[in-house]
């Protein structure tokens, strides 16, 4: 008979462990996110997908703070994290690591994700912008490439979080 598994059946790693597991080669930038839920949410993903790390920049709040943790559930203690004022700042630091810069941002030079090539070789990061003005035009210049996931329906976006759980799915496929 099928039942729901329980928490102790689902064989999770305790957070020490996550810490020295093997990542997926992907860094998540928040550039001004506002809301505290879509940070939250966003680091509950990077966990579930061993993402490297989260970089907030510019506006977005910063763990610890009650509303961030409600949504991600302790993932701020397990997933890598770091802040930086200056978003430019951030893609040069990237850039110098070696990541390709990929922004989420619908733009004249973006491709659909489904026609993106994620190249398991490579290292990414990828930008997340404000939930209303998207990624900062100052940092459009910088960045390498444009991805936007395909919409079929009469909204123009979606929530920065979700946006934020189908990028990182889709480069966690790949790049693992």
Known sequence: MVHKLKLEELNRLDVETFKSVEKIPLVVVLDNIRSMHNVGATFRTADAFLIKKIILCGI??????????????????????????????????????????????????????????IDPSKKYAVILGNEVEGISDEALPNIDSFVEIPQLGTKHSLNVSVCGGIVMWEFAKALK
Request: aromatic share 6%; proline share 5%; charged share 20%.
């Open 60 to 117: 977005t709040p910063q763990p610890p703070h009650r509303e961030i943790h409600k949504a991600a559930l302790g993932a701020t203690e397990s997933v890598e994290w770091s802040y930086e004022s200056d978003i430019n700042v951030t893609i040069s630091d990237l850039k110098a690591q070696g990541f390709e810069i990929v922004g989420i941002e619908q733009t004249t030079g973006s491709r659909m994700i489904t026609d993106f090539t």
